[in-house]
């Protein structure tokens, strides 16, 4: 019963969104106040239904009703609980409805929380997400339904894949998907502006929030997918320039250069078209991450679906959503007024050309991903494009962006003076130059791209707190001191990744117990291996002691493990994090004459990529925190 | 600077990034994409040293030799036409077997021997990497 309740609703939500569609662009058209009013509660119906909907698919994944053909196939009686539940999600079809639901209690939200813009922008929007929703909810039911029964019910389920068995992953995508809904969200506000020729301050303060907690997201999924990749794979890497990968960057790309134009907008009324179209291209790049990952022509542990008919709907809507933007884009481009004027050297222009630094990258890492699937459609030739293109294109831009991050926040609006700028920057550069002389002479850094990425690091992170200086902090508004954090995170992560490039140790060894090895200035020793078990899974366990100096051992136990449902062998890395690094054990297999395989790597600050990203995260929230408090309470006032 | 001016600066700005990282990007690809080859293409093509590519096939049966250090893999890739010698020092991928699908990452040195830095082989073992499976299907027809 459940699984049809759940049907029914995402039935009816469809019906809704139809009309949530229909009846506020009817309105607009003939200027019906009652017509434009109705928006609002149907966007209110529509995400109660699809939330209910998605209740009941949680539901029969609780329980496990192996009558639904979805839980037979991916989840299993003996699962831990955790597991059951993300689950539910952990698939395409689920995955889908999640994004739905998403997408839907967005809308509900802007219907009951949005009281800054006009009754008809609100109704634009809202059926401008209603036309996002419609597309989704005819995907769910006609291409991927996942309450479908099985008759007669499966005697037991096929489990899930041990590999997203994780709480890490537990909560990865749903991460992703805020984000990408939260793109929509700002989506829908720019076709709705464009649409009413509403393009202003106050359309951008309202979509400020939106995009600026998709990028909170999109940041936190990022980092927690980087994490995982990195101790999950037990490759020892962190970004490993996967098309998956890339579908989740390229939308924090574009978020990222839509919420420092969106600056402009909205408090200097400069922009204006540029900013649209990028909102428009921070959802098209959300559309691509998903139907990259969705259509089912990468073959990676994220791929589920390998129905081509699937990979072709989302290609429709990809084409659709975007063609219809662009489209209106087009026709109405011209009659966005011009923005207010500024110098080149201003914060205006510091912020052009971090968008334009923004858009060059996501370009580049845009064809580095496509190229690939564009040569095999169209002249049948196999390639793969790898870490050599992403680090020779996206690397230097990268850098030089990152290099800029002092200069952009400490620089007026409309006009700044550039020696005054030269002068607040001395100290930054200069340690960013010392910073890069002693990578090169005291510790032996090689590569140009590493030593300039230590000089980026170190000038950056010490410019970024100079907003902060000489101002009262207990009258500095809050999303200044986000700010400040946020590009204080991008430094300290670049640093992780400069110090792991550069001064990684990686030992590769076959070993009998009690054997010794070295690792750098560390002294491993391989103790033997033992059996263990967990709840689905057995394991042969390795003890590693690893000492430095006449330090304490400390223990590695990495293992090679053995799921029973469904049966897979995965490798557990073993990782032990001290304060100037992190070492990571790998068990590898056993040899004829009864040696071990292992691979041990010291990594040097490599937490910091990781601590950054959060840092970056939690800056936006922060400054997210502090854009929602003000507008409060202006709009008390 | 007037309105009508900045507008087109702006514009120009635009395209020149837009252009300069297309620019940036196909002519980083031309150096750096990797290719697939099966044997048979490394053969007829014929593969620079040291550029980096992806060789798929088969292992062959009784290929895999271990050296006396433990973790240097000798082998040979094979598509059933012609066959490529491989070394992999590293822990292979648990389904790297013989007579199963494999993908090594790396580049060919002087000698013609394919030096791989990684092997791919998917944990699956009804799961062909497509363009195995392509490779593998194209020799069956010049059979």
Redesign the interface.
């Known amino acids: 019963m459940i699984a049809e309740l759940g049907l029914a609703a995402l039935w009816m939500a469809a019906a809704l969104s139809l009309l949530q569609l229909g009846v506020p662009a009817l309105g607009l058209r003939r200027d019906d106040p009652a017509w434009i009013a109705a928006a609002r509660p149907l966007a209110v119906a529509q995400g109660v239904l699809v939330l209910l909907a998605f209740a009941c698919l949680i539901w029969v994944f609780a329980i496990t009703d192996l009558s639904v053909k979805l839980v037979a196939e991916n989840s299993h009686p003996d699962k831990p609980w955790l597991y059951k539940i993300a689950g539910s999600w952990g698939n395409h079809e689920g995955s889908m409805l999640l994004w739905v639901t998403v997408l839907a209690v967005a809308g509900a939200g802007i219907a009951l929380l949005e009281r800054r813009i006009s009754g008809r922008m609100v109704a634009a929007t809202l059926a401008a997400q209603a036309a996002i929703g419609l597309g989704f909810h005819a995907f769910l039911l006609f291409a991927s339904n996942p309450f479908t029964r099985l008759d007669p019910p499966a005697a037991t389920g096929a489990g899930l894949n041990p590999l997203l068995q994780d709480p890490g992953l537990a909560f990865h995508p749903p991460t992703l998907y805020f984000g990408y809904v939260g793109l929509s969200v700002a989506f829908a506000y720019a076709v709705a502006a464009l649409a009413l020729r509403e393009v202003g301050p106050t359309f951008a303060r309202a979509m400020r929030p939106w995009v600026l907690g998709a990028w909170v997201w999109l940041t936190l999924g990022i980092t927690a997918g980087s994490y995982w990749a990195y101790y999950e794979l037990g490759w020892g890497g962190y970004w490993f320039w996967d098309p998956v990968e890339n579908a989740s960057l390229m939308p924090w790309l574009a978020a990222t250069a839509l919420l420092h134009s969106v600056t402009v907008l909205a408090t200097r009324d400069a922009?204006r078209a540029?900013t649209v179209m990028l909102g428009v291209v921070a959802f098209s790049m959300s559309m691509v991450g998903t139907f990259l990952v969705r259509s089912g022509i990468l073959?990676s542990v994220h791929a589920f679906a390998v129905d081509p008919r699937r990979g072709g709907f989302i290609l429709a809507l990809l084409a659709i959503y975007i063609g219809a933007a662009l489209i209106l884009f087009a026709l109405r481009a011209g009659t966005v007024r011009?923005g207010a004027?500024?110098?080149?050297v201003s914060r205006e222009g510091g912020l052009?050309l971090n968008n334009?630094?923004l858009?060059?990258?996501l370009?580049?890492v845009f064809?580095?991903t496509l190229?690939?699937l564009a040569a095999e459609a169209l002249s049948g030739?196999?390639?793969?494009?790898?870490p050599?293109?992403f680090e020779?294109?996206a690397g230097p831009?990268g850098l030089l962006l990152i290099g800029l991050i002092g200069a952009g926040p400490i620089l007026q609006w409309r006009r700044d003076d550039p020696t005054r700028l030269a002068r607040r920057l001395a100290l930054p550069v200069l340690a960013g130059v010392i910073a890069a002389l002693m990578a090169v002479a005291v510790w032996n850094a090689r590569g140009a791209l590493i030593v300039a990425a230590f000089a980026v690091a170190v000038m950056a992170a010490i410019a970024s707190p100079i907003p902060l200086f000489r101002r009262k902090l207990r009258r500095t508004p809050l999303h200044v001191f986000g700010m400040v954090l946020a590009h204080l995170g991008v430094a300290v992560s670049l640093f992780g990744m400069a110090a792991n490039a550069a001064f990684t140790k990686e030992a590769?060894?076959?070993v009998a117990p009690g054997d010794s090895f070295a690792l750098g200035d560390f002294t491993a020793t391989f103790r033997g291996v033992d059996p263990v078990a967990g709840p689905n899974w057995t394991a042969i366990e390795a003890a590693i002691d690893v000492r430095r100096g006449a330090a304490d051992p400390i223990r590695l136990t990495p293992q090679a493990r053995t799921y029973s449902s469904p049966v897979?062998?995965t490798?557990e890395a073993s990782i032990v994090t001290r304060w100037d690094g992190q070492l990571y054990g790998?068990l590898?297999?056993q040899?004829e004459?009864g040696?071990w395989?292992v691979?041990l790597w010291w990594k040097p600050f490599v937490t910091l990529i990781w601590v950054g990203g959060c840092l970056i995260a939690l800056g936006g929230i922060i400054a997210l925190g502090g854009r929602l408090w003000r507008e409060r309470r202006r709009h008390d006032r | 600077m007037k309105a009508k001016h900045q507008r087109l600066t702006l514009v120009i700005l635009a395209l020149v990034a837009l252009g300069g990282a297309a620019a940036l990007a196909l002519s980083a690809l031309g150096d750096r994409a990797t290719y697939f080859y099966a044997p048979t293409d490394v053969v007829t093509k014929g593969v620079e040293p040291g550029r980096a590519v992806r060789l798929g096939g088969m292992v062959a049966d009784g290929s895999i030799k271990r050296d006396a250090d433990g973790v240097t893999y000798h082998f040979v890739v094979t598509d059933n036409l012609n066959s490529t010698p491989v070394v992999f020092k590293g822990v292979p991928p648990d389904l790297f077997t013989e007579n199963s699908g494999v993908i090594a990452e790396g580049r060919f040195d002087a000698k013609g021997q394919f030096i791989a830095d990684n092997l791919l082989a998917k944990h699956d073992e009804r799961y062909m990497p497509p363009e195995v499976a392509g490779a593998m299907h194209k020799t069956d027809t010049v059979e």
Not at chain 1, 341 to 344: I, S
Not at chain 1, 381 to 386: A, P, W
Request: glycine share 8%.
């Open positions: 922009l540029w073959t011009e004027p500024f110098d080149a052009v334009l630094l858009s060059a990258i370009g580049v064809v580095g190229y690939p030739t196999k390639l793969s494009v790898g050599p293109y020779a294109t831009l590769l060894v076959a897979t062998e490798t790998v590898g297999q040899n004459d040696r395989q691979r």
